[in-house]
């Protein structure tokens, strides 16, 4: 069975700064990857995908992921860090069908 | 266009009694799903339904949990005897048939659940 690891509950950026979230899968078929945002009390927002293709793949708000197949790993970066990008971001990999299996989350601090 | 709609947005419970959950998926998706997030948790599958069938229902705690989508109106996601532990966000997801090239997955808002 398929499953996620994201590495860190909880990361703290300064603004401005590199934002990199780290997820590793496990999966015995070609994943598809994605990437959501959930902000406080409101549902989840697809930031990007991979399916097949190009393995770095540009989503929404300036976020950006690069499938690493040898490394399992499907990390999230954005150049510069801003306010708005505070939230919970979840990782998750596509099993059969369209059912997902996600990540724990890794809630995103900013600071000013 | 709207996306997934889920009502109530927010549903409060005493123990003992019955939750119901809407979700209208996206125009044009056929299929639709529920994840539940537990406090401190990531979203966990409970349950894949297409019109009129389950297709994949191994999330769905054994009792007192039941999913439909009829062929007409909403999908509903029913729990009956709520207990406390049932407190959560359940979020219903949406997408196009898998063999129309739909790989992507919307969500809805959240429904969250309280029971007191």
């Known amino acids: 069975a398929q499953s996620v690891t994201q590495l860190g509950s909880h990361v703290s950026v300064s603004e401005g700064a590199l934002v990199l979230l780290r997820c590793n899968y496990s999966?015995?078929?070609?994943?598809?990857l994605f990437w959501y945002v959930q902000y406080p009390n409101q549902g989840l927002q697809l930031l990007l995908k991979?399916?097949?293709?190009?393995?770095l793949v540009k989503g929404i708000n300036g976020f950006e992921a690069e499938f690493k197949k040898s490394e399992t790993s499907f990390h999230l970066t954005k150049p510069s860090a801003h306010m708005s990008d505070a939230a919970e971001y979840f990782c998750a990999v596509r099993e059969y069908g369209n059912k997902l299996v996600f990540g724990a989350g890794t809630i995103l601090r900013v600071k000013s | 266009n709207a996306g997934v709609m889920q009502n109530p947005r927010h549903l409060v419970r005493r123990r003992g009694q019955e939750a119901r959950l809407r979700c209208s998926p996206m125009?044009?998706?056929?299929?639709v799903y529920w994840y539940r997030q537990l406090p401190e948790e990531g979203l966990k599958f409970m349950v894949y339904l297409q019109k009129e069938n389950i297709i994949d229902e191994s999330g769905m705690p054994k009792e007192r949990f039941s999913a439909e989508f009829p062929k007409e109106g909403p999908s509903i996601l029913r729990i009956q005897q709520v207990v406390r532990g049932d407190s959560a966000a359940y979020f219903c997801?949406?997408?196009?048939?898998?063999?129309?090239?739909?790989?992507?997955?919307?969500f809805g808002e959240g429904s969250w659940l309280t029971v007191v």
């Open positions: 997801a949406s997408s196009p048939p898998i063999e129309t090239g739909g790989n992507t997955i919307y």
């Open positions: 125009k044009g998706h056929s299929h």
């Open positions: 999966s015995s078929v070609p994943p598809y």
């Open positions: 991979y399916t097949t293709g190009a393995t």
